[in-house]
């Protein structure tokens, strides 16, 4: 329910009615001390964002985007973000990605997908498996 929502900053916290007495002068911003993170998507809208609340809460980040303007702007966000550009459509690259991550991180505890890939068609004209690339 819209009631039961507070906004801080960009972010939505989802709080119980219940929840709420006890919540008073408590941060809405998560622990992340020690998190290693991968992000597809990392240099963009929901994934740039993701990254920045956890580089806030003290996790280290690697962003994989195909865009360098998104990239540098992870980037941006500090010295525990490390950025590879990569095309998630690859199965190889991903799989490179993850390994450099690994090593730049020591070691991956979480990842967030939100890399998207977008075709502007009408509806019923969606072919299942469609391999052709997106928008570049």
Not at 51 to 57: I, K, N, P, Q, Y
Not at 94 to 106: K, L, S, T, Y
């Amino acid at each position: 329910r819209a009631s039961d929502c507070s906004r801080t900053d960009s972010a939505v916290t989802i709080v119980s009615a219940a929840a709420r007495p006890w919540r008073e002068g408590v941060t809405d911003r998560m622990d992340a001390t020690g998190w290693r993170v991968l992000i597809t998507g990392g240099g963009s809208g929901i994934g740039l964002r993701t990254a920045e609340l956890l580089v806030e809460g003290g996790a280290r980040v690697t962003a994989l985007d195909v865009d360098e303007a998104g990239l540098a702007r992870a980037a941006a966000l500090g010295d525990r973000v490390t950025t590879l550009r990569v095309d998630v459509r690859s199965r190889d690259a991903v799989e490179a990605a993850v390994a450099q991550a690994e090593a730049a991180m020591g070691g991956l505890d979480r990842v967030v997908n939100s890399a998207g890939i977008f075709r502007f068609s009408p509806f019923l004209e969606i072919i299942e498996d469609d391999d052709r690339p997106g928008p570049a």
